[in-house]
Protein backbone atom coordinates (compact mmCIF):
# COMPACT_ATOMS: atom_id res chain seq x y z
CA UNK A 1 0.00 0.00 0.00
CA UNK A 2 1.22 3.55 -0.72
CA UNK A 3 1.84 5.52 2.62
CA UNK A 4 -1.34 8.08 2.47
CA UNK A 5 1.76 10.54 3.01
CA UNK A 6 3.37 9.66 0.19
CA UNK A 7 0.16 10.12 -1.60
CA UNK A 8 -0.90 13.23 -0.60
CA UNK A 9 3.14 14.71 -1.27
CA UNK A 10 2.88 13.17 -4.86
CA UNK A 11 -0.65 14.98 -5.62
CA UNK A 12 0.75 18.09 -4.39
CA UNK A 13 3.65 18.45 -6.66
CA UNK A 14 6.07 17.79 -4.06
CA UNK A 15 9.49 16.31 -4.98
CA UNK A 16 10.03 12.48 -4.06
CA UNK A 17 13.45 11.35 -2.42
CA UNK A 18 15.09 8.26 -3.60
CA UNK A 19 14.25 5.97 -0.54
CA UNK A 20 10.27 7.33 -1.51
CA UNK A 21 11.20 6.21 -5.12
CA UNK A 22 12.38 2.96 -4.26
CA UNK A 23 9.04 2.04 -1.97
CA UNK A 24 7.11 2.80 -5.08
CA UNK A 25 8.64 0.37 -7.18
CA UNK A 26 8.67 -2.14 -4.69
CA UNK A 27 4.75 -1.26 -4.82
CA UNK A 28 2.46 -3.98 -5.51
CA UNK A 29 -0.86 -1.79 -5.67
CA UNK A 30 -0.42 -0.98 -9.39
CA UNK A 31 -3.22 0.68 -9.79
CA UNK A 32 -3.07 3.22 -7.16
CA UNK A 33 0.32 3.99 -8.51
CA UNK A 34 -0.91 4.65 -12.60
CA UNK A 35 -3.68 6.96 -10.89
CA UNK A 36 -1.00 8.89 -9.06
CA UNK A 37 1.19 9.06 -11.93
CA UNK A 38 -2.02 10.17 -14.30
CA UNK A 39 -2.85 13.02 -12.02
CA UNK A 40 1.04 14.39 -12.30
CA UNK A 41 1.01 13.64 -15.93
CA UNK A 42 -2.25 15.52 -16.45
CA UNK A 43 -0.94 18.73 -14.09
CA UNK A 44 2.17 18.89 -16.64
CA UNK A 45 0.26 18.79 -19.64
CA UNK A 46 -3.59 18.35 -19.23
CA UNK A 47 -5.18 15.17 -21.34
CA UNK A 48 -2.46 16.26 -24.37
CA UNK A 49 -0.86 13.19 -25.89
CA UNK A 50 1.72 13.91 -28.50
CA UNK A 51 2.90 12.18 -31.02
CA UNK A 52 5.29 13.07 -34.12
CA UNK A 53 5.41 11.98 -37.77
CA UNK A 54 9.28 10.69 -37.96
CA UNK A 55 11.45 8.68 -39.33
CA UNK A 56 14.22 6.40 -38.56
CA UNK A 57 17.64 6.34 -40.53
CA UNK A 58 21.06 3.94 -39.17
CA UNK A 59 23.51 5.07 -41.52
CA UNK A 60 25.49 2.24 -39.91
CA UNK A 61 25.42 -1.12 -37.78
CA UNK A 62 29.22 -1.37 -37.90
CA UNK A 63 30.31 -0.70 -34.15
CA UNK A 64 32.99 -0.94 -32.46
CA UNK A 65 31.87 -1.23 -28.96
CA UNK A 66 29.29 -4.68 -29.38
CA UNK A 67 27.34 -4.21 -25.98
CA UNK A 68 26.20 -7.36 -24.94
CA UNK A 69 22.71 -6.37 -25.40
CA UNK A 70 22.41 -5.06 -29.02
CA UNK A 71 20.98 -7.48 -31.71
CA UNK A 72 21.98 -4.97 -33.93
CA UNK A 73 25.45 -4.01 -34.20
CA UNK A 74 27.74 -6.52 -36.10
CA UNK A 75 31.38 -6.03 -36.64
CA UNK A 76 33.19 -4.59 -39.99
CA UNK A 77 32.88 -7.41 -42.75
CA UNK A 78 31.05 -9.83 -40.58
CA UNK A 79 27.41 -10.92 -42.52
CA UNK A 80 24.49 -8.53 -42.21
CA UNK A 81 26.73 -5.70 -41.38
CA UNK A 82 25.78 -2.66 -43.96
CA UNK A 83 26.72 1.01 -44.35
CA UNK A 84 24.78 3.50 -46.27
CA UNK A 85 26.00 6.73 -48.28
CA UNK A 86 25.02 10.45 -47.89
CA UNK A 87 22.91 9.42 -51.03
CA UNK A 88 21.45 6.02 -49.61
CA UNK A 89 20.24 8.24 -46.81
CA UNK A 90 18.19 11.10 -48.67
CA UNK A 91 17.35 8.64 -50.89
CA UNK A 92 15.51 6.88 -47.79
CA UNK A 93 14.02 10.40 -46.72
CA UNK A 94 12.57 11.66 -50.10
CA UNK A 95 10.74 8.20 -50.84
CA UNK A 96 9.10 8.79 -47.37
CA UNK A 97 9.02 12.48 -46.82
CA UNK A 98 5.16 13.62 -46.88
CA UNK A 99 4.60 14.88 -43.31
CA UNK A 100 7.43 14.02 -41.94
CA UNK A 101 9.02 16.57 -39.32
CA UNK A 102 11.89 14.53 -37.47
CA UNK A 103 14.40 12.44 -38.76
CA UNK A 104 15.90 10.33 -35.88
CA UNK A 105 19.74 9.24 -36.42
CA UNK A 106 21.11 7.03 -34.58
CA UNK A 107 23.81 4.09 -35.83
CA UNK A 108 27.18 2.09 -34.35
CA UNK A 109 30.72 3.72 -33.96
CA UNK A 110 32.06 2.96 -37.05
CA UNK A 111 36.09 2.30 -37.19
CA UNK A 112 36.55 4.13 -40.36
CA UNK A 113 34.58 6.85 -41.05
CA UNK A 114 35.26 10.39 -40.71
CA UNK A 115 33.97 13.35 -38.65
CA UNK A 116 33.53 15.05 -42.09
CA UNK A 117 30.78 12.32 -43.31
CA UNK A 118 28.84 12.75 -40.59
CA UNK A 119 28.77 16.92 -41.00
CA UNK A 120 28.11 16.21 -44.47
CA UNK A 121 25.65 14.41 -43.86
CA UNK A 122 23.76 16.78 -41.57
CA UNK A 123 24.24 19.39 -44.64
CA UNK A 124 23.02 17.54 -47.26
CA UNK A 125 19.80 16.36 -44.65
CA UNK A 126 18.74 20.43 -44.01
CA UNK A 127 19.53 21.53 -47.50
CA UNK A 128 17.59 19.00 -48.85
CA UNK A 129 14.98 18.62 -46.50
CA UNK A 130 14.91 21.94 -44.30
CA UNK A 131 11.55 21.52 -42.57
CA UNK A 132 12.78 18.60 -40.93
CA UNK A 133 14.12 18.59 -37.84
CA UNK A 134 17.11 16.58 -37.70
CA UNK A 135 17.28 14.49 -33.91
CA UNK A 136 20.73 12.69 -34.21
CA UNK A 137 23.46 10.88 -32.42
CA UNK A 138 23.55 9.44 -29.07
CA UNK A 139 26.04 10.49 -26.47
CA UNK A 140 27.69 7.50 -27.25
CA UNK A 141 28.04 8.77 -30.83
CA UNK A 142 29.22 12.26 -29.76
CA UNK A 143 32.18 11.08 -27.47
CA UNK A 144 33.03 8.99 -30.14
CA UNK A 145 33.05 11.55 -32.54
CA UNK A 146 34.65 13.94 -30.34
CA UNK A 147 37.29 11.52 -30.02
CA UNK A 148 38.29 10.92 -34.04
CA UNK A 149 38.17 14.50 -34.61
CA UNK A 150 39.91 15.56 -32.26
CA UNK A 151 37.88 18.09 -31.15
CA UNK A 152 36.65 18.71 -27.54
CA UNK A 153 33.40 18.31 -26.73
CA UNK A 154 31.66 21.33 -26.79
CA UNK A 155 33.54 21.87 -30.55
CA UNK A 156 32.40 18.70 -31.54
CA UNK A 157 28.64 19.63 -30.72
CA UNK A 158 28.85 23.08 -31.87
CA UNK A 159 30.02 22.05 -35.59
CA UNK A 160 27.69 19.01 -35.10
CA UNK A 161 24.74 22.01 -34.60
CA UNK A 162 26.55 24.78 -37.42
CA UNK A 163 25.79 21.31 -39.47
CA UNK A 164 22.73 20.87 -39.05
CA UNK A 165 22.05 19.18 -35.84
CA UNK A 166 19.08 20.07 -34.22
CA UNK A 167 18.59 17.84 -31.03
CA UNK A 168 20.04 14.63 -29.82
CA UNK A 169 17.96 11.54 -28.72
CA UNK A 170 18.64 10.10 -25.29
CA UNK A 171 20.17 6.63 -26.01
CA UNK A 172 23.09 4.81 -24.98
CA UNK A 173 22.47 5.41 -21.02
CA UNK A 174 21.72 2.35 -20.43
CA UNK A 175 21.94 2.05 -16.52
CA UNK A 176 24.21 4.40 -14.69
CA UNK A 177 25.60 2.41 -11.70
CA UNK A 178 28.98 1.38 -12.72
CA UNK A 179 28.65 -2.50 -12.01
CA UNK A 180 25.43 -3.41 -14.20
CA UNK A 181 26.82 -1.38 -16.79
CA UNK A 182 30.26 -3.49 -16.96
CA UNK A 183 28.05 -6.79 -17.25
CA UNK A 184 26.39 -4.30 -20.06
CA UNK A 185 28.19 -2.97 -21.84
CA UNK A 186 32.02 -2.96 -20.85
CA UNK A 187 32.98 -0.73 -24.07
CA UNK A 188 30.90 2.21 -23.67
CA UNK A 189 31.57 5.49 -21.98
CA UNK A 190 30.69 5.53 -18.23
CA UNK A 191 27.41 6.96 -17.19
CA UNK A 192 29.80 10.58 -16.03
CA UNK A 193 30.78 10.85 -19.43
CA UNK A 194 27.14 10.41 -20.94
CA UNK A 195 26.12 13.18 -18.67
CA UNK A 196 28.92 14.96 -19.34
CA UNK A 197 28.04 15.25 -23.37
CA UNK A 198 24.33 15.87 -22.14
CA UNK A 199 25.42 18.75 -20.05
CA UNK A 200 27.95 20.53 -22.72
CA UNK A 201 25.02 19.73 -24.99
CA UNK A 202 22.58 21.38 -23.00
CA UNK A 203 25.20 24.44 -22.60
CA UNK A 204 25.62 24.33 -26.60
CA UNK A 205 21.67 25.06 -26.42
CA UNK A 206 20.86 21.84 -27.68
CA UNK A 207 17.73 19.86 -26.33
CA UNK A 208 18.56 16.12 -25.77
CA UNK A 209 15.98 13.56 -24.96
CA UNK A 210 16.91 10.85 -21.81
CA UNK A 211 16.76 7.27 -21.30
CA UNK A 212 17.52 3.96 -19.37
CA UNK A 213 17.44 0.54 -20.42
CA UNK A 214 15.69 -1.28 -17.54
CA UNK A 215 14.30 -5.37 -17.19
CA UNK A 216 18.24 -7.10 -17.29
CA UNK A 217 20.58 -7.29 -13.88
CA UNK A 218 19.53 -4.03 -12.30
CA UNK A 219 17.60 -3.70 -9.17
CA UNK A 220 15.14 -1.19 -7.87
CA UNK A 221 17.58 0.61 -6.54
CA UNK A 222 19.91 1.23 -9.65
CA UNK A 223 17.11 2.64 -11.36
CA UNK A 224 16.31 4.98 -8.85
CA UNK A 225 19.87 6.10 -8.99
CA UNK A 226 19.76 6.53 -12.63
CA UNK A 227 16.49 8.51 -12.21
CA UNK A 228 18.34 10.70 -9.53
CA UNK A 229 21.25 11.06 -11.89
CA UNK A 230 18.77 12.76 -14.71
CA UNK A 231 16.86 14.97 -12.11
CA UNK A 232 20.12 16.48 -10.96
CA UNK A 233 21.27 17.32 -14.17
CA UNK A 234 18.08 18.50 -15.40
CA UNK A 235 18.05 20.70 -12.42
CA UNK A 236 21.08 22.55 -13.38
CA UNK A 237 20.63 22.92 -17.38
CA UNK A 238 17.20 22.42 -18.26
CA UNK A 239 17.84 20.80 -21.25
CA UNK A 240 15.95 17.30 -21.49
CA UNK A 241 12.99 17.21 -23.23
CA UNK A 242 11.37 13.89 -22.82
CA UNK A 243 12.50 10.84 -20.68
CA UNK A 244 12.05 7.23 -22.40
CA UNK A 245 12.00 4.02 -20.33
CA UNK A 246 13.28 1.63 -22.64
CA UNK A 247 11.83 -2.38 -21.86
CA UNK A 248 14.74 -4.59 -22.50
CA UNK A 249 14.07 -7.09 -25.54
CA UNK A 250 16.54 -10.13 -25.32
CA UNK A 251 16.28 -12.42 -28.50
CA UNK A 252 19.44 -12.78 -30.33
CA UNK A 253 21.50 -10.90 -27.66
CA UNK A 254 24.99 -12.12 -26.49
CA UNK A 255 23.46 -11.14 -23.00
CA UNK A 256 20.11 -13.19 -23.47
CA UNK A 257 17.87 -13.49 -20.66
CA UNK A 258 14.29 -12.24 -20.42
CA UNK A 259 12.25 -9.31 -21.08
CA UNK A 260 10.36 -7.34 -18.33
CA UNK A 261 6.73 -7.97 -18.00
CA UNK A 262 4.13 -5.74 -18.86
CA UNK A 263 3.48 -4.81 -15.11
CA UNK A 264 7.14 -4.04 -14.77
CA UNK A 265 6.54 -1.45 -17.96
CA UNK A 266 3.91 0.10 -16.93
CA UNK A 267 5.38 0.17 -13.40
CA UNK A 268 8.56 2.13 -14.68
CA UNK A 269 6.55 4.25 -16.14
CA UNK A 270 4.73 5.25 -13.84
CA UNK A 271 7.41 5.67 -11.37
CA UNK A 272 9.58 7.87 -13.94
CA UNK A 273 6.83 10.50 -14.48
CA UNK A 274 6.42 11.03 -10.42
CA UNK A 275 10.00 11.09 -9.78
CA UNK A 276 11.30 13.47 -12.38
CA UNK A 277 9.36 16.17 -11.56
CA UNK A 278 11.06 18.43 -13.66
CA UNK A 279 10.60 16.26 -17.40
CA UNK A 280 8.26 18.09 -19.21
CA UNK A 281 7.26 14.60 -20.95
CA UNK A 282 7.15 10.79 -20.48
CA UNK A 283 7.67 8.64 -23.84
CA UNK A 284 6.14 5.39 -24.07
CA UNK A 285 7.81 4.26 -27.00
CA UNK A 286 5.09 1.60 -28.44
CA UNK A 287 7.74 0.29 -30.80
CA UNK A 288 9.12 -1.27 -27.54
CA UNK A 289 6.17 -1.60 -25.41
CA UNK A 290 3.71 -2.77 -28.11
CA UNK A 291 0.82 -0.71 -29.76
CA UNK A 292 -1.83 -1.64 -26.67
CA UNK A 293 0.32 -1.40 -23.76
CA UNK A 294 1.73 1.98 -24.70
CA UNK A 295 -1.88 2.85 -25.16
CA UNK A 296 -2.24 2.07 -21.48
CA UNK A 297 0.80 3.65 -20.24
CA UNK A 298 -0.86 7.01 -21.53
CA UNK A 299 -2.84 6.10 -18.87
CA UNK A 300 0.20 5.76 -16.37
CA UNK A 301 2.14 8.99 -16.40
CA UNK A 302 3.24 8.88 -20.19
CA UNK A 303 1.73 11.79 -22.46
CA UNK A 304 3.94 11.12 -25.79
CA UNK A 305 4.16 7.72 -27.49
CA UNK A 306 6.78 9.06 -30.08
CA UNK A 307 5.08 8.74 -33.71
CA UNK A 308 5.37 7.11 -37.18
CA UNK A 309 8.96 5.73 -36.70
CA UNK A 310 9.12 3.96 -39.85
CA UNK A 311 12.03 1.44 -40.35
CA UNK A 312 12.61 0.64 -36.38
CA UNK A 313 16.08 -1.57 -36.63
CA UNK A 314 17.28 -1.73 -33.23
CA UNK A 315 14.38 -2.99 -31.24
CA UNK A 316 13.33 -5.48 -34.13
CA UNK A 317 16.52 -7.14 -34.48
CA UNK A 318 16.23 -7.72 -30.45
CA UNK A 319 12.79 -9.38 -30.88
CA UNK A 320 10.23 -6.71 -30.89
CA UNK A 321 6.59 -8.07 -32.37
CA UNK A 322 5.82 -4.28 -33.42
CA UNK A 323 5.33 -2.89 -36.76
CA UNK A 324 8.19 -1.03 -38.56
CA UNK A 325 5.39 1.60 -38.71
CA UNK A 326 2.25 3.41 -37.51
CA UNK A 327 0.04 5.39 -39.98
CA UNK A 328 -0.95 8.69 -38.88
CA UNK A 329 -4.69 7.68 -38.22
CA UNK A 330 -3.62 4.43 -36.13
CA UNK A 331 -1.83 6.80 -33.72
CA UNK A 332 -4.93 9.48 -33.07
CA UNK A 333 -7.21 6.29 -32.71
CA UNK A 334 -4.81 4.64 -30.23
CA UNK A 335 -4.44 7.84 -28.15
CA UNK A 336 -7.99 8.61 -28.58
CA UNK A 337 -9.38 5.69 -27.03
CA UNK A 338 -7.28 5.96 -24.23
CA UNK A 339 -9.10 9.27 -23.52
CA UNK A 340 -7.18 11.43 -24.13
CA UNK A 341 -6.29 14.76 -27.08
CA UNK A 342 -4.02 13.33 -29.26
CA UNK A 343 -1.59 16.25 -30.32
CA UNK A 344 0.60 16.24 -33.24
CA UNK A 345 3.78 17.81 -32.30
CA UNK A 346 7.54 18.62 -33.93
CA UNK A 347 10.75 17.75 -32.54
CA UNK A 348 10.67 20.96 -29.54
CA UNK A 349 7.06 19.57 -28.42
CA UNK A 350 5.59 22.94 -30.54
CA UNK A 351 1.75 22.15 -31.65
CA UNK A 352 1.14 21.24 -35.09
CA UNK A 353 -2.10 20.65 -34.99
CA UNK A 354 -4.66 19.49 -32.02
CA UNK A 355 -7.05 16.50 -32.65
CA UNK A 356 -9.72 17.52 -30.45
O1 LIG B 1 20.81 3.37 -27.29
C1 LIG B 1 19.67 -1.39 -27.71
C2 LIG B 1 18.65 0.64 -26.57
C3 LIG B 1 18.56 2.61 -27.67
C4 LIG B 1 18.32 -2.91 -26.98
O2 LIG B 1 15.40 10.01 -27.75
C5 LIG B 1 17.86 -1.67 -26.52
O3 LIG B 1 13.47 10.24 -28.71
C6 LIG B 1 16.08 -2.67 -25.49
O4 LIG B 1 17.44 5.51 -27.54
N1 LIG B 1 16.49 -3.90 -25.86
C7 LIG B 1 18.06 3.23 -28.94
N2 LIG B 1 16.75 -1.54 -25.79
C8 LIG B 1 16.62 3.69 -28.79
C9 LIG B 1 16.55 5.06 -28.21
C10 LIG B 1 15.37 5.91 -28.50
C11 LIG B 1 14.24 5.35 -29.06
C12 LIG B 1 13.16 6.17 -29.34
C13 LIG B 1 13.20 7.52 -29.09
C14 LIG B 1 14.35 8.06 -28.54
C15 LIG B 1 14.42 9.52 -28.31
C16 LIG B 1 15.44 7.25 -28.23
O5 LIG B 1 17.95 1.36 -27.53
C17 LIG B 1 20.01 2.27 -27.56
C18 LIG B 1 19.99 1.33 -26.40
O6 LIG B 1 19.94 2.05 -25.21
N3 LIG B 1 18.75 -0.76 -26.96
N4 LIG B 1 19.43 -2.72 -27.72
C19 LIG B 1 17.58 -4.08 -26.59
N5 LIG B 1 18.01 -5.28 -26.94
FE1 LIG C 1 27.06 -0.07 -30.70
FE2 LIG C 1 25.00 1.32 -29.65
FE3 LIG C 1 24.71 -1.32 -30.20
FE4 LIG C 1 26.28 -0.55 -28.17
S1 LIG C 1 24.03 -0.22 -28.32
S2 LIG C 1 26.81 -2.07 -29.77
S3 LIG C 1 27.15 1.37 -28.94
S4 LIG C 1 25.08 0.31 -31.69
Known amino acids: MIEPDL ?21 DDIHTLGELASAVAVRKNGRRAYFVLNRHINPTNICV ?18 ELSIDEILEKLETSTEGIREVHIVGGLHPDRSFEYYLELLEALKAGFPDVHIKAFTAVEVDYLSGISGLSLRETLLRLK ?14 FSDSIRK ?19 HRCGIKTNATMLYGH ?3 YDDRVEHLMKLRELQD ?17 TEMGGQSPSGIDDLKTVA ?22 LSQVALLFGADDIDGT ?8 AAGAMTGERLAKEQIITLIRRAGRIPVERDAFYEEIKVYA
Not at 72 to 78: A, D, T, V, W
Not at 184 to 194: N, S, Y
Request: hydrophobic fraction near 35%; include cysteine.
Open 162 to 175: DSGLDAMPGGGAEI
Open 309 to 316: VIEEKITH
Open 65 to 82: NRCRFCAFSRSKGEEGSF
Open 217 to 219: FES
Open 236 to 252: ETGGFQAFIPLSYHSRN
Open 7 to 27: KRKILSGKRVSAEEAAALFRE
Open 183 to 201: KLCPEKIPAQRWLEVHRTA
Open 271 to 292: VSRIVLDNFDHIKAYWIMLGEK
